[in-house]
């Protein structure tokens, strides 16, 4: 008997046992809930996204205490927009039905991912949680979060709750899972499973190319280092105060913030005044090279820093700050790798940079963006649509927000984007996807397609179901099949259900196998309930 056990538990290989059970458990849910109808999916949703509301700042609270960084009463803000605000929205849309398409002779299916490995980061860890959660909910698929290792106290709160709000409305036992202790290995282990559907990274390039390398579907992002223009025509004062609003938003940690300011040089003056009346601090040219050493005299961008404020962050550069300031502008006169304060910076550092014309300043804004950030975003503070048109066309951002801050306007929030927190950057910045990234990323779409021979009459697929008549599945024995790469009826390891008897060579039943099966339905059971505890 010992022995038995023994051989079970080696099988598991335990450094990667409690990860061949959560992916088990989520393969399971996914078949499950990939039979649910839109009611019963827009119930657990609600669920889910009301109790990451009652949380938002409970929840904002422990992500700046545990991470160091950020604006606890911003955090709250998005972790309201990414709860009740994201359920508000996609609610209203259907991505469990099928659709009838009578006037092309089609019918289409929806076909969730399966299993959402999804990895969240430190900048923004409930919300990305929130968010990939509700989009998981809204589309059928299990997810399992993989949080930033600084911030996995909240992201693991976060989870669970969410967890056991969708499992009390209906939902299947591991639809919603986090690895509490996450480390490279296992990271890595659970990135190439081939029961995992889809990727959906969020975080530092490394991290974005381990997924795109894993040899499973990615949803990656790249870096931002979004330039504002802002030319003649706009009205300088509500520019000041939207750049400086975006800029300080959260510290400034969200990817789709502003890095330099393009101001044409007849309003740059004027503009400098208006941003100081609202909270802007205009370093000297003194102050200037000592934020220089500060954000990157290492040779990269200094993390201490990252998410501070702008009162934190002068005190370490030796600049003593007005207790209300917002931001530190610094101005520079050129952009290039000679530059650095020309490159991302999640901190309420703005760089400030005079052009001759709107042109010219289209063109530094190109150079901004080949620098980094290509296909991320950028905005233009302008009145003038030729202009505008004309930024749009030449800079290599798949978002540019207008006369509006670049923070949330890029993200999805005071513009009508998609509201999200992972930024496709296309093929520009070496992504699979160029749009704000929405549910509708996650699932596909079986396409039954008649013949358009006018003589071949399209069916009556009115009042079906898609799921009748297949087999019943009980809750938490769903499906002996695999919805990532590992196809029905391949050869995998998975735990089955129930079977005919084995049998032993001379015929009869063998008893000992039997036994082994049982023994290990009630090891996996107990460890099933470890983790749901």
């Known amino acids: 008997m010992t022995a038995i056990v023994e051989e079970i538990l080696a099988g598991d290989k335990r450094p990667t046992g409690t990860a061949d059970l959560m992916l088990q458990m989520a393969e399971w849910a996914a078949a499950a809930f990939a039979r649910f109808d839109r009611g019963r999916i827009e119930k657990i949703a609600r669920a889910a996204a009301d109790v990451a509301f009652a949380h ?24 309201e927009l990414t709860s009740r605000g994201l359920f508000d929205l996609y609610s209203k849309e259907d991505f469990c039905s099928a659709r009838i398409k009578a006037e092309l002779k089609m019918v289409e299916l929806p076909k969730p991912a399966g299993v959402i490995f999804a990895l969240t980061p430190s900048t923004n860890p409930v919300c990305s949680v929130y968010y990939k959660v ?83 579907p990615a949803i990656g992002v790249g870096p931002g280092n979004a330039p504002a223009l802002v030319d003649e025509s706009a009205d ?5 105060k939207r750049i400086v609003l975006s800029k300080a938003f959260d510290n400034s940690i969200l990817c789709t913030n502003e890095s330099v300011v393009v101001a044409v040089e007849n309003i740059a003056d004027r503009l400098l005044q208006a941003l100081k009346s609202v909270g802007a601090y205009i370093a000297k040219p003194e102050e200037v090279a000592a934020l220089r050493e500060l954000l990157f005299g290492l040779g990269s961008f200094n993390t201490a820093v990252l998410g501070k404020s702008a009162v934190e962050i002068g005190a370490q550069a030796g600049i003593r700050l007005p207790s209300n300031t917002q931001i530190i502008i610094a101005e520079i006169d050129r952009v290039g790798i000679d530059e650095p304060l020309s490159k991302e910076k999640l901190c309420p550092v703005l760089s400030f940079l005079r052009v001759p014309h709107a042109d010219a300043g289209i063109t530094q804004a190109r ?18 649509a030729p202009t505008i048109l004309k930024y749009g066309a030449a800079v290599k951002a798949l978002r540019v927000a207008v006369n509006a801050p670049c923070s949330l306007g890029a993200a999805g929030y005071g513009t009508h984007l998609a509201p999200a927190f992972t930024i496709g950057t296309g093929f520009f910045g070496s992504s ?34 898609a799921n009748a008549g297949g087999p019943a599945l009980a809750l ?27 049998l032993s060579n001379s015929g009869s039943i063998d008893e000992i196998a039997i036994l082994r099966e049982e023994i ?12 749901r505890s």
């Open 476 to 502: 938490g024995l769903e499906a002996p099949i695999s919805l990532g790469r590992l196809q029905e009826g391949a050869d995998a390891a998975q735990d089955p259900l129930p079977m005919p008897l084995p």
């Open 367 to 384: 150079a901004l963006i080949r620098l980094s950030g290509a296909g991320h975003s950028a905005a233009i503070h302008s009145k003038h």
């Open 134 to 216: 509700l989009m998981a909910l809204f589309t059928r698929n299990a997810i399992i979060l993989s949080p930033h290792p600084t911030a996995k106290g909240c992201s693991v709160k976060a989870a669970k709750l969410m967890a056991e709000a969708a499992e009390q409305a209906g939902a299947p036992v591991g639809i919603i899972q986090i690895i509490e202790q996450p480390n490279l290995p296992l990271i890595d282990y659970v990135m190439k499973s081939p029961r995992i559907g889809v990727i959906l990274a969020t975080g530092g390039t490394p991290m974005v190319r381990s997924a795109y390398s894993s040899g499973n």
């Open 236 to 240: 300088l004062n509500e520019a000041a």
């Open 432 to 465: 699979s996807i160029g749009e704000n990234v929405g549910p509708q990323h996650l699932i596909n779409w079986t396409r039954i397609a008649y013949n358009d021979d006018p003589k071949e009459v399209f069916g009556d697929f009115g009042g079906l179901d």
């Open 520 to 531: 290990r339905r009630m090891v996996l059971e107990e460890l099933r309930g470890a983790i």
């Open 56 to 79: 938002a700042g409970e929840l904002a609270e422990a992500a700046v205490k545990e991470t160091g960084f950020g604006v606890a009463a911003h955090k709250k803000i998005k972790n």
